[in-house]
């Protein structure tokens, strides 16, 4: 009898330990504390200037994010004018405009609500970004070839943006954002001693969590 008593009592103390062990590498709670914590994201913006960016977002904290991004767009057109000589004939210049514009970003976002593991990166943000720009454009003329043109400038200035990232399951987001200019520094070839303030615009960003 007091053979089984002490094998009982064995069982009833290292009943515990091996439960605490089997929860420590049980692989479904060790998983769901292993949450997704960046992402990346492509779309199209409108803040000044116009772009489509790929964006890779990280998570520093439950509320506070980090995002590096780059951008491009080209755009161009093509048109051509009539003018009457003095002899009475007609003279028809055709031209060509275009421009190329690659963009760079560097974001702090912060997360108004802190959600779930699983639901990390998500929820209402205001965010403050830093947007640099490159733009190169060129104008020619068939023509009067005295117009033609070669112009580029470089702009950095900050923005301040409200928006919203939604989740869709375990992977799919989808960022939406409007923001502002708060400031844009003067061009080589557009002088302004003035700081610009304005400049509305909005973005759509779809994304991928990465495991």
Do not use: C
Request: charged share 20%; glycine share 8%; no cysteine.
């Amino acid at each position: 009898m007091f053979k089984y008593t002490v094998i009982l009592a064995s069982i009833a103390l290292l009943s515990p330990l091996s439960s605490s062990a089997f929860s420590a590498y049980n692989p479904v709670d060790s998983a769901r504390t292993n949450h997704t914590n960046h992402l990346i994201k492509a779309g199209l913006r409108s803040l000044l200037p116009v772009d489509v960016a790929a964006t890779y977002e990280r998570q520093l904290s439950p509320r506070f994010a980090v995002l590096g991004s780059i951008g491009y767009w080209n755009t161009g057109f093509k048109g051509g004018s009539i003018y009457h000589d003095y002899d009475g004939s007609f003279i028809e210049d055709s031209y060509t405009w275009h421009q190329r514009t690659f963009t760079t970003d560097a974001q702090l976002r912060y997360y108004f609500r802190r959600r779930r593991p699983h639901r990390a990166l998500s929820g209402w943000y205001t965010a403050l970004n830093l947007h640099g720009f490159y733009q190169a454009s060129w104008e020619r003329h068939t023509r009067y070839v005295e117009q033609n043109s070669d112009q580029t400038r470089l702009v950095i200035q900050p923005q301040l943006l409200l928006g919203r990232q939604w989740s869709f399951g375990k992977h799919l987001v989808a960022d939406t954002f409007m923001g502002m200019n708060i400031y844009r520094r003067s061009s080589a070839n557009r002088p302004n001693p003035r700081a610009y303030r304005g400049g509305l615009g909005w973005g759509v960003q779809v994304g991928w969590r990465i495991n």
